[in-house]
């Protein structure tokens, strides 16, 4: 996921992360990783974000941030987040990681599992699950 909308969902600004695709209800709730992608944030992409109350201005690149929390996906959601025409993955708990875990490289799934992840429990903990 681009910056500068992996800190804004990690950091709980962002409630709703828009996709193609909604997920099976009976997955969710479902806790993903978020991996921030390697470009830099474009500059017309950070006046949306402060236009939507966005503050940061030093972000991680290559790098899972967070754990956010799907509680549901929507077609129709009242938020400055939402993209018309987009199916939104509505974002309930957010964890950002006070350390970025950096350089991941590769090919990435488009929903990483918390389930994998070397420091599952603290996440979980922090999320309160």
């Known amino acids: 996921m681009q910056q500068p909308w992996a800190a804004a969902l990690v950091s709980g600004l962002k409630d709703v992360e828009n ?5 099976d209800a009976a997955l969710l709730p479902e806790i ?9 944030p474009t500059a017309a992409h950070m006046g949306e974000y402060r236009a939507r109350g ?3 201005t030093i972000f991680a ?7 956010i929390e799907i509680t549901r996906t929507a077609t ?3 938020s400055i987040w939402k993209d018309a025409g987009s199916v939104g993955w509505i974002v309930g708990k957010s964890v950002r990681f006070p350390h ?9 799934t488009p929903r990483l599992k918390l389930a994998n992840h070397v420091d599952r429990v603290r996440i979980e903990t922090e999320l309160g699950f």
């Open 32 to 40: 993903i990783l978020v991996l921030a992608s390697k470009p830099l």
């Open 100 to 108: 970025p875990v950096e350089n991941i490289r590769g090919s990435q």
């Open 54 to 56: 966005g503050t940061e």
């Open 19 to 23: 996709r193609g695709v909604g997920i």
């Open 76 to 78: 129709e959601f009242a």
């Open 61 to 67: 690149t290559q790098a899972l941030v967070g754990a």
